[in-house]
């Protein structure tokens, strides 16, 4: 079954910087990469997502590439502030499945 | 956030009692799910079901059941709780089609097997 490593567990940058967090997966036939936030006591919402046959998506200061051959994909943060930091989590969700499977998640600390 | 509803948010319970979680939407989605997310471990899949009393495990389903009767509810069952199985509960929801993977999360429950 698909295995989904992620890295690292935590980050911390100062505001105004890049953030970047990568996962990776083991099975070639998961087409779906979401990214989730979960703020401190609340649900993980759901943030950014790409499918396979697109390598790069963005959505104003985030951004998630993927690289099919390597099985890797990223999340990228820029200009990072307060309110960013929270718990991210990738997922990967296997070709003709509904089902996900979770990386174990990334806590991201940024300074003022 | 999408229309769904954990019940109740908060439980105490005694080890070896019987422990009943509800999960209900009001989207009409096909898909539902049952997750427990423990510190170091991330979301791990429980059960989850593709349909009205259609449901299968997820990778840590052992001491769980589950049952769905009508759509908009998915009831997660500790049939005696243990102290293994304190963790905090999140229901997931997918809809139908070629999104049927983007999933959506309820507010969860935290419970706490004593």
């Known amino acids: 079954g698909e295995n989904v490593e992620q890295h690292p567990s935590t980050l911390s940058v100062q505001e105004g910087d890049s953030a970047v967090i990568k996962c990776t997966y083991s099975d070639s036939a998961s087409n779906y990469f979401p990214w989730y936030k979960q703020e401190l006591g609340k649900r993980p919402q759901l943030i950014i997502d790409i499918r396979s046959n697109v390598g790069e998506k963005k959505d104003q200061r985030i951004a998630v590439t993927l690289n099919k051959t390597a099985k890797h994909f990223s999340l990228h943060i820029t200009e990072t502030q307060p309110e960013d930091s929270a718990v991210y989590f990738c997922?990967?969700?296997?070709?003709?499945?509904?089902?996900?499977?979770f990386g174990k998640g990334t806590k991201l600390t940024v300074n003022p | 956030d999408a229309g769904i509803t954990q019940s109740p948010r908060h439980k105490v319970t005694e080890t070896g009692t019987p422990v009943t979680l509800r999960c209900h939407q009001t989207?009409?989605?096909?898909?539902m799910y049952w997750y427990r997310q423990d510190p170091g471990h991330g979301l791990r899949l429980i059960h989850y079901?593709?349909?009205?009393?259609?449901?299968d495990k997820g990778e840590v389903s052992d001491g769980y059941s589950v049952s769905r009767s009508k759509t908009e509810d998915f009831l997660l069952t500790l049939e005696s709780a243990t102290s293994s199985q304190t963790s905090v509960y999140f229901c997931a929801i997918s809809e139908e089609g070629k999104f049927r993977n983007e999933q959506f999360f309820g507010p969860g429950t935290r419970l706490t097997v004593l």
């Open positions: 997922a990967a969700g296997p070709r003709g499945s509904e089902k996900l499977v």
């Open positions: 079901s593709y349909g009205v009393k259609d449901t």
């Open positions: 989207e009409n989605h096909r898909y």
